[in-house]
């Protein structure tokens, strides 16, 4: 791990150290840089890849004789993936450094065979000789973190992102890691939010907490392990590392760990400190199977309630997901609940859309 603000230089400080020019099998070799590109935000709301880390590891790359380099990836669903890449900056970057970049919402797929499930796999990045993956350490409102083994995600088609939340996301999640193979893995501890998976909460460096931190995994549920526990949860907290764990995936033995540090903060703290309001804005909703752009945009609307004082106790919890469908209720949020009395559609509808249906007709 590495600390500061330079972050193209710390990017490229960590990938010597760990020199994995040594592990690509050769100069012709296709390799991938897997980001975060989940919606379409600047880096700094704490959501996206920054583009300083493609930046980095493409320069890192080149001087080392590396020239087959693309970037891939596919926002979640309800983003279009080029909005996404160019909010991220990431345009100025392939300009620059002469790199193509591949829409994985727009490439073909085939099944596998992942450990027992049946996964749809995007096909370019699995003809990859050597795959980059570099997620962004953060909170999420369903899976409780998100980081290396949940950005993989990014590789499936859309169609199977909605199925994946109606099996629960964390089997398939884990499953999917079995075919879906990183060779490294560089993580953007730079400002993530600690709640939200779509940002807006970002979390930098202050007396309390200590971001501006890039990190280097071979591992990927050790990596997700190791994250957990620095943001004061426990590995069992989170159901998909332990599945992955036991198909053979990797090992989320932290204690085993050798951690190298190249540098130290300058705030001596390395414990997040959690707010846990995530948690009790869900208590206001009753999802089945929903979709993460759809429940991130209710709690996100139920956290902006929350602060301007208009959220206040209320009867009946918001239904929200894809087992809504078909079915009746009182009020719900999204096109699945569309035979709810009091519904708002959208697939996914806007955060303050949800705001304003809410403050209207929410009992």
């Known amino acids: 791990m590495i600390h500061g603000t330079d972050y193209i230089s710390m990017v490229k400080e960590l990938l010597e150290k760990a ?18 590109l989940v919606t379409d935000s600047d880096p700094s709301r704490g959501a996206t890849t ?15 004789g590396f020239r087959n380099i693309v970037i891939m990836e596919s926002s979640w669903v309800g983003c279009v993936t080029e909005y996404a890449f160019k909010a991220a900056g ?12 591949v ?24 003809k990859a000789d050597y795959l980059i993956n570099m997620p962004v350490l953060k909170g999420h409102c369903q899976t409780t973190v998100t980081c290396a083994l949940k950005n993989l995600k990014g590789i499936i088609p859309n169609a199977e992102k909605r199925r994946f939340h109606t099996l629960g996301l964390h089997k398939p999640i884990a499953h999917l890691s079995v075919k879906a193979k990183d060779s490294f ?8 939010d600690l709640d939200f998976e779509e940002g807006g909460n970002p979390v930098q460096m202050d007396r309390i907490v200590q971001m501006d931190r890039i990190l280097g995994v071979w591992d990927p549920v050790l990596c997700d392990a190791f994250v957990c526990e620095s943001m004061g949860y426990e590995v069992d907290d989170v159901p998909y590392i332990r599945m992955a764990e036991k198909l053979g995936v990797g090992s989320a033995d932290t204690s085993g760990a050798e951690i190298l540090r190249l540098n130290e903060p300058s705030v001596k703290s390395s414990r997040f400190r959690m707010t846990g309001r995530v948690k009790r804005l869900a208590q206001n909703t009753d999802p089945q199977d929903a979709c993460s752009a759809c429940y991130g945009s209710l709690i996100h609307a139920l956290n902006r309630m929350s602060e301007d004082g208009t959220l206040g106790k209320h009867r009946n919890r918001i239904a929200i997901g894809q087992g809504y469908k078909g079915k009746s209720g009182e009020i719900g949020v999204g096109q699945c609940t569309s035979c709810f009395k009091k519904t708002l559609k959208g697939c996914p509808p806007k955060a303050s859309e949800i705001r ?3 403050e209207d007709e929410w009992d």
Do not use: W
């Open 50 to 64: 920054h583009p300083e880390l493609l930046a980095g590891t493409i320069e890192y790359l080149k001087e080392h």
């Open 19 to 36: 020199d994995i020019a040594s592990e690509i099998p050769g100069p012709d070799a296709e390799i991938v840089l897997k980001p975060n």
């Open 103 to 126: 829409d994985l919402q727009k490439d073909s797929s085939r099944e596998y065979d992942c450990a027992g499930m049946k996964i749809r796999i995007c096909d370019r990045p699995m």
């Open 356 to 358: 304003a249906f809410l």
């Open 185 to 192: 893995i560089l993580v953007d501890n730079i400002c993530g």
């Open 90 to 101: 990431y345009d100025s970057v392939c300009r620059k450094y002469d790199v193509p970049f």
